[in-house]
Structures are given as C-alpha cells and as structure tokens.
C-alpha cells in the first residue's frame, strides 16, 4: 500500500481530516494487531501535519498574490501564476486577485491574471465585478479591457441576457429589426456590437459595416476621455430619405439620420481618402456621454468640442480638416464680433448659435493646457459626480441646469494654469447661470450672456 499525501483543495481541515481518518481505517479495518494500529495512528498523524503545512502554504502564497496585484507588481504576479498559484484567492472582502488589480487601475497585471483563468465576472461580497471597481475608480482603459474580453457590470448580469453587454433604452421605438422594417416598409439589417448597435435597410448593410467599424472605435475612444459610459446602449438609426425619423440628431442614446451618410459613392471623403463621412455621427454619441456625465455648459459645446477631436483622430481626412477649421474661424469671428460690441451676440446670430462663444472659450482653454485638457476635465467631473447628480432634487429645470453648471465651471477651473472663471468674468459670460436658462429663444432676451 502507498500512502497518498491530500491536496489542500480549499476544504475546511477538520473535513480533510475526517476524510483521511475514514479512508485509513476503511484499509486497516481487518488488521487488528497493535502494531497496525499504531503504524496507522502515526501515518495519520503524518498526514494531518503535512495538509496543514500544505494548506498553510497555499493561503501564505495566495495573499502574496493578493498584495502583488493591488500593488501592482506584474512580475510577482506572473512568478506566482507560474508556479502554480490559483488567481480564485480572495480577501476578507471577497475581493479576488483581479478586484484589487481593477480597484487599483493596474493594467498590466489585470491582463496577466485574465490569462491565467480569472474570473473576469467574479462578484466580491458587496456584489461587484471587477468591470464595477475600474470603473468607480475611473480607470477608464482597463474598464475598457474587461468590456472588450465580456467583463460586466453588476447591473448587466443581472439583467442581460446570454451575450448582452449593453441594454437599449426601453422606451426607443424601434428595438427589433421587425419594428424598424414596418417602418422603412423594406427588408432590414440590425448590426450590432458591445456597445453600439445600427439598423438599416438591407441594401445599405454593406456600407454600414464600415461606417459601424468607426462608431465601434468612437464609443470606445470617447469612453478612454470620458471614463463613464452612456446611459444606454447607443442605437443608431439609417432611415430612407423623406422618412420624418431621419432627422439628424441624437435624443437619449439614440441617432437618427436618413441613409444617404452611408452612400460612400457619392462623398467626397470616401472617393478621395477612402474614409467615410463620421463626424457627425460621432458628434452626437459625444453628446450622448457628456449627458452621462450630467456636465453642463454651452448649449452643448462639450460634446461638439470632444466629437471633433474624437473625429478627427479616428476619421480625419484633408476635407474634414478643412471643415473643422472653417468653423472654428466662424467661432472666432463671432467671438470677436460679441467682444467688439460690448459683450453682445451679434444681432444676425440666431439664439441657438450663440453658444459660439463657449466653444471658442473650449478651443482657447484646449490649446492653452494641452492634450490631455478633456481628459483631465472628464476625470473632475467624475470626481464630482454625486454632486451633479444630486441637482435633481432642485427641482426646476432652470435651477437643475445653473447648479450644474456651476459644478462644470469648477471642474474646468481645477486645471491648472486655466484660470477658467476669470476668462468667463473677463469675456462676459455668466458664472452662475447656463445660456440655456438665459432663455436667448425668447424676445426679450437681451442678447447678454450674463444676468
């Protein structure tokens, strides 16, 4: 007979005890000699010791994993994953080797726990996934990782079925391919990603995959600046031209446009550089995030602001170029213009472009801190995020939108070097009250952007 060491497999002691007592005297129970007796006693013995040695060992190695992921030191992970070392250990909080690594934002060792065979949807004991602990902690890019390899909110596995990542607003009016081919009253397609998904007719699916390829890099683009995601799952709409849908805008996650943005024949854009017409498009999935954010200011130049820069680093082309920088001269003449009559909009503006001027402020305060101006914006925002929410109990949408706004002015002026309140005081422009409760539609509007 050999005698088998156990291996500690995380069963309590006392039932790995039990087991090997039973086991043993299941062999030794037709020797009834003393001396069988005692060699079984101290073979048993033998055995107890050496599990709890075992045992031990595991949990001393599985804390060191514990501490090397939180700390973040990918070589000791990596040497420990190698030797043997389950990522499955948790702490007192149930909180797993690639929790801490999340809560943490630490990339490198995140990934190599990943590949080892961690739980990338493992809940801790107040229910969190590690998806849930990089996103509160406003790691952005890992957030992105455990999205992209099917890492889930707590919410999404509660809800979402086998697949899903991202749920559509319930209340769109067209949520299946079914409902969308009644209205278009033609053959359909739904193109769907983790985070994006479009419907079109039939005939146009070719040229959606590619245009679908160029949003699925802009959520993910505008996520990395921003740091938290849309409310719902973006649902974008190409309607037939003449169809009263296809309007040309975005309302709580979803855009509406008619099909001719995927004629890629007939655009310049994509005749010439072989790159389709996005922008605005992606335009509207920014301000889709900035209303996630709950930020306000400007009619809604933060989301024009970051789609532009967004649309050009994934889509920019010499006429896009061209087009941005047309309107930023624009922006610049009527900046002036306001200046030059004593902080009045020009009288030819109509009210809904008056939020001109805040965009050239953005484009003043971009180039003065640099390229990570929305990146750090967006991580101030985050960090007030319970406060911006929180203006909801205001009430009244006027009062809702200038507490918001207040909080954003804040958020810009933390940066430093900006200076933000002082160029809004010196250029005009109002630090208590938004433009929209301003109400410049109304005829008595006084064409100021100050009280």
């Known amino acids: 007979m050999t005698n088998k060491t156990p291996r500690c497999t995380g069963m309590p002691l006392h039932r790995v005890f039990a087991s090997e007592i039973k086991r043993w005297a299941g062999l030794k129970r037709e020797k009834t000699s003393m001396i069988d007796h005692c060699s079984t006693s101290v073979a048993v013995v033998a055995i107890l010791v050496t599990c709890s040695l075992l045992c031990r060992a595991q949990e001393i190695d599985g804390q060191r994993l514990l501490d090397a992921a939180k700390n973040g030191q990918v070589s000791t992970v990596q040497s420990l994953l190698d030797q043997g070392v389950s990522p ?108 994006v998904c479009f419907f079109v007719p039939k005939r146009r699916e070719k040229e959606a995959q590619i245009v679908l390829g160029y949003l699925v890099k802009a959520y993910d683009a505008l996520y990395q600046t921003v740091g938290t995601h849309t409310d719902y799952k973006i649902a974008v709409y190409a309607f037939p031209k003449g169809n009263p849908h296809g309007w040309g805008g975005t309302s709580e996650c979803s855009i509406e446009y008619d099909d001719s943005n995927l004629a890629l024949a007939r655009q310049p854009e994509w005749i010439r550089y072989k790159v389709p017409h996005v922008s605005g498009y992606i335009e509207e999935m920014a301000h889709n995030f900035v209303s996630a954010t709950k930020a306000q200011f400007g009619w809604e130049m933060i989301g024009w602001s970051l789609g532009a820069e967004v649309s050009q680093q994934l889509a920019g082309n010499p006429i896009l170029a061209a087009d941005l920088r047309a309107t930023r001269e624009e922006q610049k003449r009527t900046f002036t213009e306001y200046v030059r009559n004593g902080y009045i909009v020009p009288k030819d503006l109509p009210p809904n472009l008056c939020d001109r001027i805040h965009a050239w402020l953005l484009c003043q305060a971009a180039s003065k801190y640099g390229p990570r101006f929305w990146t750090d914006f967006f991580r101030e925002v985050r960090s007030q995020r319970q406060a911006l929410s929180d203006a909801v109990r205001l009430g009244d949408g006027d009062k809702i939108r200038n507490a918001r706004y207040q909080i954003t002015i804040a958020c810009f002026d933390r940066l430093p070097g900006l200076d933000f309140r002082n160029t809004l005081r010196a250029s005009g422009v109002s630090l208590t009250t938004d433009v929209k409760s301003l109400h410049p539609d109304s005829p008595d509007w006084n064409r100021r952007l100050a009280e």
Do not use: C, Y
């Open 88 to 195: 499955k250990a948790k702490d007192e909080s149930g909180r797993t080797p690639l929790h801490l690594s999340a809560a943490n934002g630490h990339q490198a060792t995140a990934e190599a726990l990943w590949r080892s065979g961690a739980d990338i949807n493992a809940l801790d004991d107040s229910g969190k996934t590690p998806l849930d602990l990089a996103e509160t902690g406003g790691h952005s890019r890992l957030a992105a990782f455990f999205l992209s390899k099917g890492g889930k909110r707590t919410q999404a596995l509660a809800t979402s079925g086998p697949g899903s990542v991202r749920m559509l607003k319930p209340s769109l009016k067209f949520k299946t391919v079914e409902e969308f081919e009644r209205e278009v009253g033609e053959p359909a397609v739904l193109l769907d990603s983790a985070n």
